[in-house]
């Protein structure tokens, strides 16, 4: 093989390498805690929405925003706000996982996993439904 090939080769590598770095999600999984300590890293977080407290959301003021509070798989609670639509039959999750970043005191979602109980569900995707906020 030629050395320019090869370098053909390696540049198509790389730039493969470069474009799947781009398009996967990068964030870990972590409880508040820990994405608490780490204010700017995005973190994806498991937990359940406390279904005790209430849910703000006005459609009349903003209805793409809305905010939650989620306890953890560790049992810490935290304020959770989404830019984006509260998706359909939220309060009827019975997991949620959050991908953002703390901001303040408040942990800003930028996408919303939710796996909703069985009977909602068609057997073709376990009950999960992904949000994404609107940019």
């Known amino acids: ?3 320019t090939h090869i370098i053909g080769i390696v540049v198509i ?15 870990t999984y972590a409880d508040f805690q ?7 890293d995005q973190f994806q977080v498991v937990g359940q929405l406390n279904k ?5 959301f006005s459609p009349q003021k903003d209805a793409n925003s809305f905010a939650f509070y989620m306890i953890d798989q ?7 706000v989404f830019n984006g639509a509260k998706p359909q ?13 703390f901001e303040g005191e408040d942990f800003h979602a930028d ?13 073709s995707n376990d009950g999960l439904t992904e949000i ?4």
Do not use: H, W
């Not at 820990?34 to 700017?40: D, F, I, M, R, V």
């Open 89 to 101: 039959d939220f309060e009827r999750s019975e997991q949620v996982v959050i991908t953002g970043t």
């Open 52 to 56: 005790e407290k209430e849910i703000e």
């Open 34 to 40: 820990l994405a608490q300590a780490s204010p700017g």
């Open 74 to 80: 560790n049992g810490s609670e935290q304020k959770v």
């Open 111 to 123: 996408k919303i996993l939710m796996k909703c109980p069985s009977k909602y569900n068609d057997g």
């Open 132 to 135: 994404r906020a609107e940019k």
């Open 13 to 27: 590598a790389v730039a493969i390498g470069v474009i799947l770095s781009m398009v996967t999600d990068a964030a």
């Open 1 to 3: 093989m030629k050395k």
